[in-house]
Nanobody, 113 residues
Framework: QVPLVQSGGGSVQPGGSLRLSCAAS????????MHWVRQPPGKGLEWVSR????????YYGDSVKGRFTVSRDNAKNTLYLQMNNLKPEDSGVYFC??????WGQGALVTVSS
């Protein structure tokens, strides 16, 4: 059983929006902080956002602040990342992670005109 299964992603023009989802299973989702991390093409991992177990404490990297919104639905064991006003530099593979130890399979986001 894969603990984190991602969906969403795709291709969008600059200024567009996408939503990523991350469905958790096999662990008590509501007990854990969750992260979004991305890897731009040819570059290393870049931390994007963190949300605590209850969803009250949220943090963003400077490059996405004001454009991305992280949320979670503990009743559905699902983490979300709403990405608005996307820029070409937002392109990359996006990973959800439990505690930066357990990782989703990744979702490709391409922002291009």
């Amino acid at each position: 059983q894969v603990p984190l299964v991602q969906s969403g992603g795709g291709s969008v023009q600059p200024g567009g929006s996408l939503r990523l989802s991350c469905a958790a299973s096999g662990f008590w989702f509501s007990d854990y902080s969750m992260h979004w991390v991305r890897q731009p093409p040819g570059k290393g991992l870049e931390w994007v956002s963190r949300i605590n177990d209850g969803g009250e404490e949220i943090y963003y990297g400077d490059s996405v602040k004001g454009r991305f919104t992280v949320s979670r639905d503990n009743a559905k064991n699902t983490l979300y990342l709403q990405m608005n006003n996307l820029k070409p530099e937002d392109s990359g593979v996006y990973f959800c992670s439990q505690g930066l130890e357990v990782w989703g399979q990744g979702a490709l986001v391409t922002v291009s005109s």
